[in-house]
């Protein structure tokens, strides 16, 4: 079993949810994003975003690796920064886009 941090684009919610419960029926531990609940992200007060960012971030912290759901190999500007943070903490990196080699049978 491995800890699993999900990191992408809220754009991709229907492929990550599908990632994310294919992979825990392997026998993962998925750390997932959290969906907003409000209409546009911006509708957030600063310290709200800023609050998501950091939980995410201890997401990363504690998991074994990442997985990078980068369809169509998009790479967000925050999705781009989580990866350099869990470059930085030694995490594996496991691409989406490159689900043939990872660790995990494709769904």
Request: charged share 30%.
């Amino acid at each position: 079993m491995k800890v699993i941090a999900v990191c992408g684009s809220l754009k991709f919610k229907d492929e990550i949810m599908r990632i994310t419960e294919a992979l825990t029926l392997q026998g993962n531990c998925l750390l997932s994003i959290i969906y907003p609940t409000k209409a546009n992200f911006d509708d957030y007060s600063e310290a709200e975003r800023a609050q998501f960012a950091k939980m995410h971030r201890e997401r990363i912290r504690i998991a074994d690796a990442i997985l990078v759901v980068d369809v169509n190999h998009y790479l967000g500007k925050q999705t781009q920064n989580e990866i350099e943070f869990a470059k930085r903490l030694n995490k594996e990196i496991i691409y989406y886009t490159d689900w043939d080699n990872a660790f995990v049978q494709r769904p």
